[in-house]
């Protein structure tokens, strides 16, 4: 069993209210099975919601500078919980994401600028042996 970044199969559950629909994604998951969850809405965040990013001293800001991180880490905790319930060894996720990000995050300043560095999903998942790879890698 695969877990699998819900804006990807086309859940509108992205900040802005829209999705990451990706066909490879699809192709990819046609002969699997599969679980699908959004963090940042069991993390009990609205959506629409304001983008944030993971600053340099690890916490999770949103543009207006409210200080997200609890949310964060509560979805990634319930996303770890499903994950578990499910038996999921790897983990389809979202890159740049600071939640579903597996290789790449955005640097905190929201200027586009993108570095090195895990979601907070994506490394408690890490940290929990579950596989992580992006749409990216597919
Ligand atoms: S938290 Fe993950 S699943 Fe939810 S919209 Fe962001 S990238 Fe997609």
């Avoid at 969850?37 to 009990?44: H, S």
């Avoid at 200027?111 to 890698?137: C, W």
Wanted: aromatic share 8%; glycine share 8%; with cysteine.
């Amino acid at each position: 069993m695969i877990i699998v970044s819900a804006c990807l199969v086309g859940v509108n559950c992205k900040y802005n209210g829209g999705n990451n629909y990706s066909d490879k994604v699809k192709e990819f998951l046609k002969d699997k099975q599969y679980v699908i969850i959004c963090p940042e809405q069991l993390g009990g965040l609205t959506t629409p919601r304001k983008p944030s990013e993971i600053n340099k001293n690890n916490k999770v800001m949103s543009c207006e500078d409210e200080d997200v991180t609890e949310n964060f880490i509560k979805g990634a905790e319930e996303s770890l919980k499903i994950a578990k319930m499910f038996n999921c060894k790897q983990a389809l996720l979202k890159e740049g994401s600071p939640s579903c990000g597996c290789n790449l995050i955005y640097d905190g300043t929201f200027t586009g600028n993108k570095i090195s560095g895990m979601g907070i999903t994506a490394a408690l998942f890490n940290e929990n042996n579950i596989e992580v790879f992006s749409e990216k890698e597919l």
